[in-house]
């Protein structure tokens, strides 16, 4: 037989190949937007790298509490051309905001910073990135002023942590601070004895750094185990925070005359007319933030393993490839930075390798089904949930449902291909209409679809008569005159 069958196989794969064509778009969307963000990074570190150091406008009028008096043996920060640097910690806690800490505690002490702002707005993050900041803070060789700051902004969660920990804590008119009880990263509550041991040890640590800087201790407990939180006036009140200020001058001033002891010396703050001087996350911070967030190493890893996928099923392609391995290598990096389970990596491997397969070997949405399960369980226990890093659940919705619908399509084309009527083959020549090409006594060859076959009469047949197709036998035809009954096709086949 010359003409092969086209299998259902065959055209499954190019459905396949059709919905990879697609996803390998988002893929390269995905590359294009971290390619974007790396860009504003970029353009942020060099204008972070032009001088900065601008004295601060004169101080408007506003009204300061009196400050301790100072003690004489205490170490007066001198005021004449002194500075302040300022670092701004503006969304979740995380390895990158750690490392940022550090690194501005180091820059300050090697210039020579009279102290070091950090200025707050953090609805919390991770619990061991919060434990390092504060040990940062704590250990800090110079004074540490923390400012939750605009009005409207708060220190919520792991926040409280840095707050307290530093040697002069402040809020803004209209802030918060508070509800420091550890969650998942989905916002649920820790549960069971996990929950209890976590809440005890966090619990411990609120009460040590609060009674390390003799804040209110029976507050910052309750902050945990009760989530209580507190206004600005509130937290003044209640001897959480030293005082409230209006903007970062007044709080300079107010900061100013205060007594605090940085190892084992006391100082005297003298900062009123100090200039501040940002302090902004280098180029490598920058990335690692991005990076730290768990939603965006999830899509990259994926992006990652559907690039390498295509390129190997389309090799030369190159693009899909090369945007393929940069967004593994990324999401691979973000993975050392973030709390990775290895069950949930399994998973999401099995997952992904099921669902291909069922692209090659239809099972009618069987291997599909399972390879959506196991995609939906990995994407769930890819991070560890006890450190509060999920990858958001409406993400995980969304790729599942993308998948199991591709594979209902799959399976609803495999059905169909199947009830269809052989288009190619031996099948196909079953019940065709030819005609004798020379006598059939009752050997001779017809043309049949086009091509000249061998072919086997019932009768004898003179040259040109028309032939129906009753069988085939290998690359012979059996056929009978169009005049006789048509032979039924089940009962055709040898």
Known sequence: ??????????????????????????????????????????????????????????????????????????????????????????????????????????????????????????????????????????????????????????????????????????????????????VQGSGKEIEGAMGEKVKSFVA??????????????????????????????????????????????????????????????????????????????????????LLADPNIAYLLFLAGLLGLYLELSSPGTLVPGIAGAICLLVALGAFQVLPIDTTGVALLLLGIALLVAELFLPSFGVVGAGGVIAFVLGSMLLFDPEEGVVVDRRVIGAIAGFFAIAMLLVATLVVRSQRRPPATGREALLGEIGEARSALAPRGTVMVQGEIWQAVASVPLERGARVRVTGVDGLTLRVEPVGAPAARKEGSEE
């Not at 201790?217 to 945990?224: C, F, G, N």
């Open 1 to 182: 037989m010359r003409r092969g069958r086209r299998g259902v196989g065959a055209r499954v794969a190019g459905l396949g190949r059709a919905v990879a064509l697609a996803l390998s778009v988002a893929a390269t969307l995905v590359a294009l937007g971290a390619a974007l963000v790396v860009d504003t990074a970029v353009t942020a570190a060099v204008a972070a790298a032009a001088p900065t150091r601008t004295p601060v406008p004169s101080p408007t009028t506003a009204t300061s509490s009196p400050a301790p008096a100072a003690s004489a043996a205490a170490e007066v920060t001198p005021a004449p051309g002194a500075h302040v640097n300022q670092l701004t910690i503006d969304g979740t806690i995380n390895p990158a905001v750690a490392e940022y800490v550090r690194d501005a505690i180091e820059r300050s002490q090697e210039d020579g910073a009279a102290a070091l702002l950090l200025v707050i707005d953090t609805p919390g993050g991770l619990l061991a990135s919060t434990r390092t900041i504060v040990k940062e803070i704590l250990g800090a060789p110079l004074p540490t002023l923390a400012y939750v700051a605009p009005s409207g902004a708060g220190a919520g969660s792991a926040g409280v942590f840095i707050v307290m920990s530093a040697d002069v804590a402040a809020m803004a008119p209209g802030t918060n601070i508070g509800a420091s009880t550890p």
């Open 204 to 289: 411990s640590f609120a009460k040590a750094i609060a009674t390390r800087r003799g804040r209110n201790v029976e507050w910052a407990e309750r902050a945990v185990r009760e989530a209580v939180s507190a206004t600005d006036e509130e937290a003044l009140s209640l001897h959480v925070i030293d005082f409230v200020a209006t903007d970062v001058r007044d709080l300079l001033r107010k900061a100013s005359g205060r007594e605090i002891t940085v190892g084992d010396t006391k100082r005297t703050l003298e900062l009123a007319d100090a200039r501040v001087v940002p302090l902004e996350m280098r180029f490598k911070h920058r990335v690692l933030n």
